[in-house]
Nanobody
Framework: QVQLVESGGGLVQAGASLRLSCEASGSTLRGHVLGWFRQAQGKEREFVAFITETGSSTFYTDSVKGRFTIFRDNAKNTMYLQMNSLKPEDSAVYYC???????????????WGQGIQVTVSS
């Protein structure tokens, strides 16, 4: 069982950048598809991005394309989400997840972090 812990969230102004990290313990992230999801207050959890097992492919939701970058370091057992040009509508609790299917659907992921708050002020 993979345990995932997010870090790097916080409160920033619009236009700023943040880098989220997702560190795994208990098992290796090798062989897992990794994803980022977010949930704004009062809304359903939504897909942000995923990266395949070797990092050779990535996929983003339209609203973050060109601003967010997902990448991984399997040697460090860690995944990242670089978020640039942040907007107030990016404010949410961000979750990292690990699974075995390259999918934007939450049900494809078996292991989840506890989430971390990102707040972007206007």
């Amino acid at each position: 069982q993979v345990q995932l812990v997010e870090s790097g969230g916080g409160l920033v102004q619009a236009g700023a950048s943040l880098r989220l990290s997702c560190e795994a313990s208990g098992s290796t992230l090798r062989g897992h598809v990794l994803g980022w999801f977010r949930q704004a207050q009062g809304k359903e959890r939504e897909f942000v991005a995923f990266i395949t097992e070797t990092g050779s492919s990535t996929f983003y939701t339209d609203s973050v394309k060109g601003r967010f970058t997902i990448f991984r370091d399997n040697a460090k057992n860690t995944m990242y989400l670089q978020m640039n040009s942040l907007k107030p509508e990016d404010s949410a609790v961000y979750y990292c997840a690990a699974g075995f299917s390259a999918s934007p659907r939450p049900r494809a992921y078996d292991n989840w972090g506890q989430g971390i708050q990102v707040t972007v002020s206007s």
